[in-house]
């Protein structure tokens, strides 16, 4: 809101302006205003140069209006909008908590100007007069706009540079720990398995555990080709009653402590099995008759490829599943096994992600009967 105090020439100031110059001069020291201001009085025939026309034009009306007094105002009804804006722009303060505390600043100077008046004006210091000071807001994160940016918090890179380096010290510790185990595993023999014929003996090594894992029982085991110290590991559960999410976990013989990597799933896991030549890719067998391919590398991304309903997924437990080489267009496919009688081979398709459901497609359905006669279908 802002306060102007204009003052607006009169006609006969006008018509004096129209005279001559000695007596416009001499009419200008006559007329003086209340506040002792001089009214200089802009000439009639302004000139203004036109682009348009390229020539000068004469401007058809001056104003001839004179500012004496502007002030912008700091005070605002509080039922006004302005002021609901500025409250609600400002902080979460309601009017009834700003009413009174305005009201407080209000008595609190009232208190001190009683007081120095009767003080004489030499004793009253300027030190003396406290006046109420605004909040000071955070420079950082503040802003009067309706909108701004996201301040991203601050954060050292102390944590991604050491992950790499501890996971490889702590496989170095548990190495130094197990270190008669792990010379067992590669040059222990027993010199009594000579006298016994086509028989061995069995000496226990590690013990792997997840505490994740350990109301689970273990329904699946699989040997990397590709690494000798890596295998994977399903826990599920064969209790028909007692069904509950299921978990993936990858060891190595290098960090018997801790597995590298685990996957959870919706459905109890019966079976699993690593690519041959693909290592960090699996295909797992489910519980409610699903199977999915997961890749290690992406494990919080959930599956690559997982059935459904629509691409004809098995209606009881999955009890094997198995990679089969590449077809003809070198694409990944894998048999599964269940319990409804079928025996599917399932071929994994890149698509677009409009038609992802068809990435999973069944290309052989085989039944087998009673008669274990087994018949094979196709579909068209």
């Known amino acids: ?201 069995l000496l226990p090594l590690w013990s792997f555990s997840f505490e994740k894992a350990r109301k689970l029982a273990v329904t699946s085991l699989c040997w990397s080709s590709q690494y000798s110290d890596l295998f994977a590991v399903g826990h599920g559960s064969y209790d028909f009653l007692k069904q509950s999410n299921g978990l993936i976990c990858a060891y190595t013989l290098k960090n018997p402590s801790y597995p590298e990597y685990y996957l959870e799933t919706e459905s109890g896991v019966l079976s699993l099995d690593l690519h041959p030549s693909l290592p960090y890719m699996l295909c797992v067998g489910f519980y409610d008759g699903a199977v999915g391919v997961y890749s290690i590398l992406q494990h919080k991304n959930g599956p690559l490829y997982l059935s459904t309903a629509k691409t004809g997924k098995h209606t009881d437990p999955v009890w094997e599943v198995r990679w089969q080489p590449n077809d003809s267009d070198a694409n990944l496919n894998f048999f599964s096994v269940s319990a409804d009688g079928r025996v599917t081979s399932w071929t994994l398709i890149k698509v677009s992600e409009s038609d992802w459901y068809n990435s999973f497609t069944e290309n052989r359905i085989h039944s087998i009967h009673n008669t274990n006669i087994v018949k094979s279908y196709k579909n068209m």
Not at 25 to 48: F, N, T
Not at 159 to 181: C, G, W
Request: glycine fraction near 4%; include cysteine.
């Open 1 to 201: 809101m802002k306060l102007e105090l204009k003052r607006r020439v009169s006609k006969k100031q006008q018509r004096k302006s129209q005279q001559g110059g000695d007596e416009f001069e001499s009419s200008l020291r006559e007329d003086m205003d209340d506040y002792g201001v001089r009214a200089a009085l802009k000439p009639e025939d302004q000139l203004q140069l036109s682009e348009q026309d390229g020539q000068y034009i004469q401007v058809p009306q001056v104003d001839q209006m004179a500012i004496h007094f502007w002030h912008e105002s700091y005070m605002l009804p509080l039922d006004s909008d302005e002021a609901r804006r500025q409250i609600a722009r400002d902080g979460t303060m309601q009017p009834e908590e700003l009413q009174a505390e305005e009201h407080n600043k209000e008595v609190s100077i009232y208190i001190r100007v009683c007081t120095f008046l009767r003080k004489p004006a030499a004793a009253v210091r300027e030190g003396d007069i406290q006046l109420p000071q605004k909040k000071v807001t955070n420079q950082f994160n503040f802003c009067e706009r309706s909108t701004q940016t996201y301040n991203n918090p601050q954060r050292g890179d102390e944590l991604s540079r050491f992950a790499q380096p501890l996971k490889i010290v702590e496989r170095m510790i548990n190495q130094n720990t197990h270190d008669e185990i792990a010379q067992d595993f590669k040059y222990y023999e027993d010199p009594s398995d000579e006298f016994r014929d086509n028989q061995g003996t």
